[in-house]
């Protein structure tokens, strides 16, 4: 069983930057695909980034391409989501989600390990 642990959010201003971090307990993540995926009052979750078992393939949604980055460090068991350029819209709940499959996929079904979420508020 994995544990997947979500920190790093908060209130930033329009144009600037956080960085999430995702802890994993229970068992390694290094034989996990990791994603992040976002949901915004009133709307459904969505993909964000997705980044594969040795870190050497990533996956980004069209719309954070260039803003967003994702990382992993195995031995600290850790994902991380580094977010630049910060809009309004931007404002959600990330979590943190671990599959199986090889794939950096985008689709939900694809994680079978969740956080809590943190909130994320970019004001304007």
């Known amino acids: 069983q994995v544990q997947l642990v979500e920190s790093g959010g908060g209130l930033v201003q329009a144009g600037g930057s956080l960085r999430l971090s995702c802890a994993a307990a229970?068992?390694?993540?290094?034989?996990?695909?990791m994603g992040w995926f976002r949901q915004a009052p009133g709307k459904e979750r969505e993909f964000v980034a997705a980044i594969g078992w040795v870190g050497g393939s990533t996956s980004y949604a069209d719309s954070m391409k260039g803003r967003f980055t994702i990382s992993r460090d195995n031995a600290k068991r850790s994902v991380y989501l580094q977010m630049n350029s910060l809009k309004p819209e931007d404002t959600a709940v990330y979590y943190c989600?671990?599959?199986?499959?090889?794939?950096?996929?985008?689709?939900?079904?694809?994680?079978?390990?969740w956080g809590q979420g943190t909130q994320v508020t970019v004001s304007s």
């Open positions: 989600a671990g599959s199986t499959s090889y794939s950096t996929s985008s689709l939900e079904e694809t994680y079978s390990y």
């Open positions: 229970g068992r390694t993540l290094s034989w996990l695909t």
